[in-house]
């Protein structure tokens, strides 16, 4: 389970990375431009952006709702910390939606690759080695989850 230092910088941050619509749907882009950027097969998972370039997946219905989506999905393990029985219930579902497109436990690690980057692009330049840390606890927690459901 998450430390009370990592609960509190991932709540911390999450109210940055998440402060409203605009800011989610940004960020959401800018953190699937990172993935996509780093690690290009991943976007063979995603047919529905197409080609879509950088811009457009902040700005089409697509890429705004696929956005919102994920960050809803974070945005309830973040609000349920302290509930572990929920915690784990998320993640089961996490691991499930996943598994049944064909994404295993080592994507999650890639998205663990580019985690710190898309950290310090969100939050200004410079997320600190705690938040980078925390926001590490939490993906490793569901990359872990995910391979024990894989099992």
């Not at 990592?6 to 605009?22: E, F, G, H, N, Q």
């Not at 996509?36 to 997946?57: C, I, L, V, W």
Request: hydrophobic content about 40%; some cysteine.
């Amino acid at each position: 389970s998450l430390q009370p230092a990592s609960k509190s910088a991932l709540a911390s941050s999450w109210k940055t990375l998440a402060k409203d619509a605009a800011t989610i749907q940004n960020n959401g882009a800018t953190l699937f431009s990172l993935l996509f950027k780093q690690f290009p097969d991943t976007r063979n998972y995603f047919t529905h952006f197409g080609n879509m370039s950088d811009a457009e997946m902040k700005t089409t219905g697509v890429g705004k709702a696929h956005s919102m989506a994920v960050f809803a999905g974070i945005g309830s393990m973040i609000d349920s910390m302290d509930d572990a029985d929920c915690m784990n219930g998320l993640a089961l579902k996490l691991s499930r939606n996943h598994i049944q497109r064909k994404i295993g436990a080592s994507r999650f690690g890639e998205m663990r690759q580019v985690f710190p980057n898309f950290l310090d692009e969100a939050l200004g330049g410079g997320a600190s080695g705690d938040v980078k840390g925390a926001w590490d606890a939490l993906l490793a927690y569901l990359q872990d989850n995910k391979q024990a459901q894989a099992l």
